[in-house]
């Protein structure tokens, strides 16, 4: 009776043990912007946003070589509530009090937060920044490799931008790389 007691006991803690997934090294622990509006509430923290397509091949490419870099997905944990927001999502999202709904246009559309995030400039990938009441600081367009991003979100991260011009500020930047 022991035996099957223990080995019960065992298998329940094995299994528990087997359903936390660790925090994988070097990955962008990537949340919803339900989410990260949700953590705010308790740790006020910037949002960043990549705003993507399933459709746009260069957004793939920055998922594959600049959001998968450990230098630059550390940043992107620590300072930030990363999220991955598909500008043609079909769910609604509230923030600020306002609900950001899919429009359709002839056979695809876009969505509103999409939409608003970009100033209805609809160019992917483009990465948003957002303080820690969820006011712009800075949309950024187009692909950046690791390298060249790495310095971008050191200086909004770190809030270097509230106090230096970024050209000042990059002439002193030590690249990790």
């Given at each position: 009776?022991?035996?099957?007691?223990?080995?019960?006991?065992?298998?329940?803690?094995?299994?528990?043990?087997?359903?936390?997934?660790?925090?994988?090294?070097?990955?962008?622990?990537?949340?919803?912007?339900?989410?990260?509006?949700?953590?705010?509430?308790?740790?006020?923290?910037?949002?960043f946003v990549d705003v993507y397509t399933d459709w746009c091949g260069w957004c793939?490419?920055?998922?594959?070589?600049?959001?998968?870099?450990?230098?630059?997905?550390?940043?992107?944990?620590?300072?930030?509530?990363?999220?991955?927001?598909?500008?043609?999502?079909?769910?609604?999202?509230?923030?600020?009090?306002?609900?950001?709904?899919?429009?359709?246009?002839?056979?695809?559309?876009?969505?509103?937060?999409?939409?608003?995030?970009?100033?209805?400039?609809?160019?992917?990938?483009?990465?948003?920044?957002?303080?820690?009441?969820?006011?712009?600081?800075?949309?950024?367009?187009?692909?950046?490799?690791?390298e060249e991003f790495h310095p971008v979100i050191q200086f909004i991260g770190e809030?270097?931008?509230?106090?230096?011009?970024?050209?000042?500020?990059?002439?002193?930047?030590?690249?990790?790389?």
């Amino acid at each position: 009776m022991k035996k099957i007691v223990f080995s019960a006991g065992l298998m329940i803690i094995l299994a528990v043990g087997m359903s936390f997934k660790p925090v994988p090294q070097g990955e962008v622990q990537w949340l919803t912007m339900e989410e990260a509006v949700e953590k705010s509430k308790t740790e006020k923290r910037k949002i960043f946003v990549d705003v993507y397509t399933d459709w746009c091949g260069w957004c793939k490419v920055m998922d594959k070589n600049t959001f998968s870099e450990p230098k630059v997905a550390k940043i992107l944990n620590e300072k930030f509530y990363p999220v991955k927001f598909n500008a043609e999502q079909r769910q609604d999202v509230v923030l600020n009090g306002h609900t950001y709904k899919f429009i359709t246009v002839e056979n695809r559309g876009y969505h509103e937060l999409a939409a608003a995030l970009l100033n209805n400039q609809l160019s992917y990938p483009t990465v948003v920044f957002l303080d820690d009441n969820f006011n712009m600081i800075q949309p950024l367009a187009g692909y950046m490799k690791p390298e060249e991003f790495h310095p971008v979100i050191q200086f909004i991260g770190e809030d270097h931008y509230k106090s230096a011009k970024w050209a000042d500020w990059r002439s002193n930047y030590k690249s990790p790389y």
